[in-house]
């Protein structure tokens, strides 16, 4: 089944969204400026709710759903998230007007949790958006009727609302969810050390007395990230924390915001600078969602004499890394 969205209203690009939180914070790193503060004249394009850069919308066995590996299935709980990041990959869906659409209510969370009790081959959920935390109700639900699916062993919440808007974060709520079955990850989304402020601090060392298994993503961001010295305070802090540092993404080329993208040799090596001076808990594998293609795959680093040139996908189809064309 493909995902529809309703196409007869919605912004006439991707919106800005930030919290006064990240506002007065935004006022001191110019990074966390860069990240979310709209810039109108780079950002000129109108939105295009019809792109699927990661074949997402091809992958939807029912509506709020994404299923392209074995085993998992990521429910889209909201397409609300806290900010609005300027380098958002679903920018189809999130900060376009969808809200309303894209906020599951109970019932058809009941029908996702149907079809994951119909699925034995389904062992790990993944909550995801936008950003779960912004449907609080539905994210409760979704994992209060999980906890009778047998077969479901490991729960998933990937967000970035924490180090958006910290004090809005419901920590009874948040409590709960991590009794919700014996392993509950929590991912955050983590790409400066202006991110770890203070009270970021607080909030994940009460995550790790909750019991989650704390995990972190980023995204290589030309102009925010791409240095070595910084991605190396943001892992090492990660790490020391107890937060394992689990993914760092290729830049995905979103059509209004491509300044962020950076090329796939200035990644590696920092990667491969990472690797030399990093402990192998604290570095994150490099890895593209291959746009138009299938599959996280490993980038690999300069300590390997490597074409680069052409990636094969999940499914062994070559794919040119220079456009992402099909071979």
Not at 94 to 110: N, Q, Y
Not at 116 to 138: F, H, T, W
Not at 158 to 174: A, D, I, S, Y
Request: glycine share 6%; net charge neutral.
């Amino acid at each position: 089944m493909t995902a529809s969205v309703n196409n007869t209203s919605h912004e006439t690009r991707f919106s800005e969204k930030i919290t006064p939180y990240l506002k007065n914070l935004a006022q001191k790193s110019p990074a966390i400026r860069e990240m979310y503060v709209l810039d109108h004249n780079r950002e000129k394009i109108g939105a295009d709710l019809s792109v699927d850069i990661l074949n997402e919308k091809k992958s939807t066995p029912i509506w709020g759903t994404v299923k392209k590996y074995e085993g998992q299935l990521l429910v889209l709980l909201s397409y609300t998230c806290a900010a609005n990041c300027r380098y958002c990959e679903r920018q189809d869906r999130v900060g376009v007007g969808l809200d309303a659409e894209g906020h599951l209510k109970a019932d058809h969370i009941d029908k996702i949790v149907d079809y994951i009790r119909s699925d034995s081959s389904l062992y790990e959920i993944i909550a995801s958006g936008g950003d779960p935390l912004s449907n609080p109700k539905g994210l409760e639900h979704l994992f209060t009727r999980l906890q009778t699916v047998e077969h479901v062993k490991v729960l998933r919440i990937h967000t970035r609302f924490p180090v958006q808007n910290p004090g809005k974060v419901k920590l009874e709520l948040m409590e709960r969810l991590a009794k919700s079955k014996e392993t509950v990850y929590l991912s955050l989304h983590i790409d400066h050390p202006d991110e770890l402020q203070p009270e970021i601090i607080i909030l994940i060392k009460k995550f790790r007395e909750m019991g989650y298994v704390l995990l972190s993503q980023s995204v290589f961001l030309k102009g925010v990230n791409d240095d070595k010295a910084i991605l190396k305070s943001l892992f090492s802090k990660l790490f020391e924390l107890g937060v394992r540092p689990y993914y760092i993404y290729h830049g995905q080329e979103v059509t209004s915001t491509k300044r962020f993208v950076m090329t796939l040799e200035d990644e590696i090596e920092i990667m491969t600078q990472l690797r030399n001076e990093l402990s192998g808990l604290a570095f994150p594998q490099h890895v593209i969602d291959i746009p138009g293609g299938s599959g996280k795959v490993v980038v690999p680093s300069n300590h390997w004499k490597t074409d680069i040139s052409v990636v094969r996908d999940f499914l062994g189809t070559p794919i040119r890394t220079a456009d992402w064309r099909t071979l």
